[in-house]
């Protein structure tokens, strides 16, 4: 799998978590799939395509402000808690910063 499917893949693991923790939703709720498809859009039209940074350093901020937020928030709240429930994504997911 190259780099944009592995952080398709992290990203969505992360706001499934986010979501199931917060809305306590079996599946995503719709504003979290929303999220999902937004951020597996933007991964997708990445001008850095497999040369990119994580998106926290990028010089160019491709998201929205509110979703931008939004995704903020799912971060701050998945992160710690994906070395307990994905810990391979975790992993590389701190090697690739």
């Known amino acids: 799998m190259n780099r944009i ?6 990203v969505s693991q ?3 978590l986010y979501c199931h923790a917060k809305h306590k939703a079996q599946g995503l709720c719709e504003q ?3 999220l999902e498809d937004y951020a597996h859009t933007r991964l997708s039209h990445c001008k850095f395509g497999e040369n ?3 998106c926290k350093k990028c010089p160019i ?5 509110d979703m931008r937020e939004a995704m903020r928030n799912v971060m701050r709240y ?3 808690r ?3 429930h994905h810990p391979i994504a ?4 701190l090697f690739s910063k």
Not at 61 to 65: F, G, R, W
Not at 90 to 93: F, G, P, S
Request: with cysteine; hydrophobic share 30%; aromatic share 6%.
């Open 78 to 80: 998945s992160g710690p």
């Open 90 to 93: 975790a992993i590389r997911h």
């Open 82 to 84: 994906m070395l307990w």
């Open 52 to 54: 990119k940074t994580s």
């Open 61 to 65: 901020h491709c998201y929205k402000p």
């Open 5 to 10: 499917g592995k952080e398709k893949e992290t």
């Open 14 to 16: 992360m706001i499934a």
């Open 32 to 34: 979290c799939h929303a």
